[in-house]
């Protein structure tokens, strides 16, 4: 394999046209959820009778993981597992194991609500899963539960980023969606109870995904907001990035508790450093989080294309790719259909 792609260091990882090399890799394993998340996938659109993706169209462990590996020799150093909710999708565990074992791969995360996540951190670790993200929006029942809108009380998702931090999938990242009217009361609240766990919280700029959150962005909270109200109370002080395209500001609170991240992609947007790609969960690969299509990689595998053939495929993608949405987002006129969150996984 490596030698037909080049090595797993990745000598073929392509630029794009705007000179953003290959780098990450979000997998979507579901477009299912055991939420209804109003940010995301809001009950009145995603009810009873929306059509799911079919068990037929969804890639196979087998699909995913091949796929994964000429993403790798093409330059991709770390996969983040996501969905939809992929702790929904069953035997998640031996696609972990599958991709863990990929030559050249050096992280391997997933994003999840926490919900299922404290009977199956253990064993996510011992397949070889790294770190787990998990998304929590408030400590207050009633909020969370307007939020999620499907009744599901903060203490199990708690329990989840518990058992996640003793199965050393850490640091345990906690991503909080911030609504202006909604749960940015709870940010102060939020700080403080992460505050020296060793547990990182985001706080995540609510985004205009997809084409059913009826996004206004009187409702983003600016993190530069979120940062300045924490600062007042408990002082922070800036932390260079880990890495090119790392996508949250870092800080650190001056009293040694520890630190938080702030997602500014509607008010500070990161295109320029996007390394980012995302693959559905029926094998359609995304070049940008508001790509109004995606590029069909599942009738290339189906259809017998070999490892090599898929890698030109990818490279000829990745290298025409212009993406810059969050950049334009002000600029655009007509708005063209996007593909929701669900579908791609954040
Ligand atoms: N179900 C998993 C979860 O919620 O963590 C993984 C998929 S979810 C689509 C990935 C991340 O996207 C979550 O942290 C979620 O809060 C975030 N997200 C979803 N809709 C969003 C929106 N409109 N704006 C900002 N973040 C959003
Ligand atoms: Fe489900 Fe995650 Fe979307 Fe919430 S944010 S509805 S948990 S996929
Ligand atoms: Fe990347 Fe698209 Fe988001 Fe820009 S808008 S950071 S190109 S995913």
Redesign the pocket.
């Known amino acids: 394999m490596a030698g037909a792609l080049g090595s797993a260091d990745g000598d073929r990882s392509p630029g794009d046209a705007l000179g953003r090399p290959l780098r990450d890799l979000r997998v979507s394993v579901t477009d299912r959820?055991n939420?209804r998340?109003v940010?995301?996938m809001p009950k009145e659109v995603f009810g009873r009778d929306f059509q799911f993706l079919q068990r037929e169209e969804l890639l196979t462990f087998e699909e995913i993981t091949r796929l994964a590996r000429v993403f790798v020799a093409c330059g991709v150093r770390k996969i983040r597992v996501?969905?939809?909710?992929?702790l929904v999708r069953r035997n998640i565990e031996r696609l972990i194991e599958q991709l863990a074992g990929i030559e050249g791969l050096r992280d391997l995360t997933m994003?999840?609500?926490g919900a299922l996540l404290a009977p199956k951190a253990r064993t996510l670790r011992e397949v070889g899963l790294r770190r787990v993200?998990?998304?929590l929006?408030s400590l207050e029942d009633d909020v969370f539960k307007a939020m999620n809108d499907v009744d599901f009380p903060v203490a199990r998702v708690l329990e989840g980023i518990e058992a996640a931090a003793r199965a050393a999938l850490t640091p345990v990242k906690v991503?909080m969606?911030v609504k202006r009217g909604v749960n940015d009361h709870s940010v102060l609240d939020m700080a403080d109870h992460f505050r020296g766990t060793g547990h990182v919280l985001r706080f995540?700029?609510?985004?205009?995904?997809g084409m059913t959150?009826g996004?206004r962005l009187e409702e983003v909270v600016p993190a530069a907001e979120i940062v300045r109200s924490i600062d007042a109370v408990w002082p922070l002080e800036l932390v260079e990035p880990n890495y090119r395209g790392e996508v949250a500001g870092r800080y650190r609170y001056r009293d040694g508790a520890g630190e938080i991240g702030a997602i500014a992609s509607v008010t500070q947007p990161f295109c320029r450093d996007c390394t980012r790609a995302r693959l559905s969960a029926d094998g359609q690969l995304y070049t940008c989080l508001f790509a109004s299509r995606g590029h069909d990689l599942r009738s290339l595998l189906r259809g017998g294309a070999s490892d090599e053939e898929i890698a030109e495929r990818l490279i000829t993608i990745w290298t025409r790719r212009t993406d810059r949405h969050s950049e334009l987002r002000t600029a655009e006129t007509r708005p063209l259909p996007k593909v929701e969150?669900?579908r791609i996984?954040?």
């Not at 996501?82 to 992929?86: D, H, K, L, N, R």
């Open positions: 959820c939420f998340c940010y995301c996501t969905g939809g909710e992929p994003t999840t609500n993200t998990v998304s929006d991503n969606v995540i700029e609510y985004m205009d995904v959150n996004w969150m669900s996984g954040g």
